[in-house]
């Protein structure tokens, strides 16, 4: 039994060690881009042109036209393990009140801001301060660019040199 447990373990060891393939090409080499994180307390101040409270965010940073923007909101603070922790929620978030009113907050940007506001199907402006003054939003700008193509199933089975029979198809 020893003897084949050994064998077993040999063999096994010999097989996955020697299974190596096409390295492929080579890639291009790229520089690390982060995504930039920062944070902004705002109060509200009514629309004139849509009548809504509204908060803009300028960015600190240049943000390119395929850069991806991401806007939360400062729940609470939570305390775990003897530490305080900020607690966000991501845009747009809804608030659903007994008496059947609905609050969001939604957003927008351009290149250079980031425009928030505050929707429902009452009148946003009496909300309280609760909800309109001193709120603390995180916008998160990730770096990203377009991509160079829309490939066709055609062409990505050409770059993965198989002709679509060594796919597995999965039925639904």
């Not at 040999?10 to 520089?31: M, R, V, W």
């Not at 939360?72 to 978030?93: A, C, H, I, M």
């Not at 809804?94 to 250079?112: A, E, K, P, V």
């Amino acid at each position: 039994m020893k003897n084949i447990l050994l064998f077993l373990a040999l063999s096994s060891t010999i097989l996955f060690t020697s299974c190596e393939g096409d390295p492929g090409p080579p890639g291009q080499d790229g520089g690390l881009l982060f995504a930039q994180v920062f944070e902004s307390t705002v109060n509200f101040q009514v629309d004139s042109q849509t009548g809504l409270p509204t908060a803009v965010i300028g960015f600190p940073i240049e943000v390119f036209e395929s850069d991806v923007v991401l806007v939360y909101r400062l729940e609470k603070q939570v305390d775990v393990n003897g530490g305080t922790f900020d607690s966000w929620s991501p845009l747009p978030q809804n608030f659903f009140f007994s008496n059947g009113d609905i609050l969001q907050y939604i957003f927008n940007h351009t290149l250079f801001d980031a425009e928030i506001q505050v929707d429902g199907n009452f009148d946003t402006t009496t909300s309280g301060s609760d909800f309109l003054n001193n709120q603390t939003f995180r916008v998160a700008i990730i770096p990203a660019e377009y991509a160079k193509s829309n490939p066709s199933m055609e062409d990505i089975l050409e770059v993965m040199r198989t002709n679509g029979n060594q796919i597995e198809k999965i039925e639904l």
